[in-house]
Every structure is written in C-alpha cells, then in structure tokens.
C-alpha cells in the first residue's frame, strides 16, 4: 500500500523567509502532484512532476522529485502572505488510477 | 476552458432525503472522479469512471450511487445520508486514467446532513 508523508503538517514562518515542505512516499511511483487549496475552497493543481530529478518553478515556489529517495520538496522563496494555505503533496500508483495525498502542510506566512 | 462545474455548490439535506451533486466538464477528459474531504483532511478517493464506465469503487456505501450518463457529466446521488457523510465533495477529471496527466479539480459541493 502507497502511504505519502508530509513534513511538517503545521508551518507558521514570516513574510521574506524561505522554506522547504517535504513529500515522502513509500513505494515507486513516477508522477508526483503538488496542489494548493485556501481554505474553504477546491484544490489548484500546483506542479506536476514526472520523472526522476525534475524540478519546476513558479513564482516563489519550486518542487522538485527524487524517485530515487522517493522524495519530493516543495522550496518557498522569500514568502509572502498570499502564499498562506494548505499544500497537498499527491503520489500516483505506478499501475492503477489511484492518487494517494498527504496529510496536507497548514502553512500560515505572518506580515 | 479548463473549468470542472459542480452544482449545487452547498447542500443541506436531512436523513431521509434524496438528492444529487452534478459535475460537468468539457476539456474531453476521458477520466472522472468523485472525492471526498473532511475539514482539515486530504481528500479521499471516492469513485473513478474511464471512458463512462465505473473502474474504482473504494468500497463506498451504497447510500452513495455515482453515474455517468456521458463523457462530460458525472452525477453523485445520494440517499439516506448520515450526519457524518457531510464533507466536501470535489468531482475532478483528468486526461487519462493512469493518471498520467494532473487531475483539474471542481470547487466542490459541501454537503451538510442533519
């Protein structure tokens, strides 16, 4: 069974500091999903990353993949507050239609 | 258009009642899903439909009923509901089913059942 951790699950952290979210998976997977949702509302497809050593950027924020490590990092430059929501790191089965989240990281950035 | 719609956008419904969500999309995804999501949780994989037939049921209680009339609709009927059915309801559709390509999720459904 696919489990998917997330560290840490609550990040308080202030405006202009950087910080790293982490994805840990339990089993070989390729494609590896980052989403953020505000609360109250659906989930933003963030990053999609699908193959060993990709790395993505947008803005403040860049995910990498290691399918090797079975890690995935989510890099926050210099936050800001509109950057304050849940992110949901998602691993995908290498057969089968399944996505497995994690628990979610509750990240709040004060002025 | 990248957009997933999903009517009604709050529903409260008592135990006894019957009701249905509606999910609609029109990217031609090929692939849809009916998630589930508590407060403060991820979101539970509920149902998968490819190419308009049921491929996942994540053991769902039968109080729960999806259907798929077409390649762009996905309805989510409910009956008899208990109080702790109520949650976040989220229809996504993808590319594929292997979910090779990202899930574009709707604004989902919240449901109370009193």
Known sequence: ELKVEQNPLFLSMQEGKN????????????????????????????????SNGAVKQEGRLMASLDTKARLSTLHITAAVHDLSATYFCAVGETSGSRLTFGEGTQLTVNP | DTEVTQTPKHLVMGMTNKKSLKCEQHMGHRAMYWYKQKAKKPPELMFVYSYEKLSINESVPSRFSPECPNSSLLNLHLHALQPEDSALYLCASSTRQMNTGELFFGEGSRLTVL
């Not at chain 1, 089993?27 to 953020?36: E, G, I, K, M, P």
Request: hydrophobic fraction near 30%; include cysteine.
């Open chain 1, 19 to 50: 910080y790293t979210i982490y994805c840990n998976y339990s089993t070989t997977s390729d494609r590896l999903y980052w989403y953020r949702q505000d609360p109250g509302k659906s989930l933003e497809s963030l990053f999609v990353l699908l």
